[in-house]
């Protein structure tokens, strides 16, 4: 079975820095695709950063220069480094990972969230 464990959140000061980890397991990970969601109270799911296979990254605008991520094939793992985090980073953050096939099928991978609480 596909699993997907998320670690490496937590309570942090604002300007401080947390480094989140994606533990890939049951699936082809070199072939995936992986991205961090986050989602805050009262807010939509929003796409923060994704790594191709090919390890091309991007990321949103609200986090780009802070957040980094990255990925590691032979730990089955995707990483995000997020530094001078804000109140406003304050969310569950879960990792996706993604492939498609040759004829569009798209298959993705969910886990189960780590909560990031930037406060003073």
């Known amino acids: 079975q596909v699993q997907l464990v998320e670690s490496g959140g937590g309570l942090v000061q604002p300007g401080g820095s947390l480094r989140l980890s994606c533990a890939a397991s049951g699936l082809n990970f070199n072939i995936y695709a992986g991205g961090w969601y986050r989602q805050a109270p009262g807010n939509q799911r929003e796409l923060v950063a994704t790594v191709t296979s090919g390890g091309t990254t991007d990321y949103s605008d609200s986090v780009k220069g802070r957040f980094t991520v990255s990925r590691d094939n032979a730990k089955n793992t995707v990483y995000l480094q997020m530094d001078n985090l804000k109140p406003e980073d304050t969310a569950v953050y879960s990792c996706?990972?993604?492939?498609?096939?040759?004829?569009?099928?798209?298959?993705?991978?969910w886990g189960q969230g780590t909560q990031v609480t930037v406060s003073s």
């Open positions: 996706n990972v993604q492939r498609r096939t040759v004829f569009g099928l798209v298959y993705n991978y």
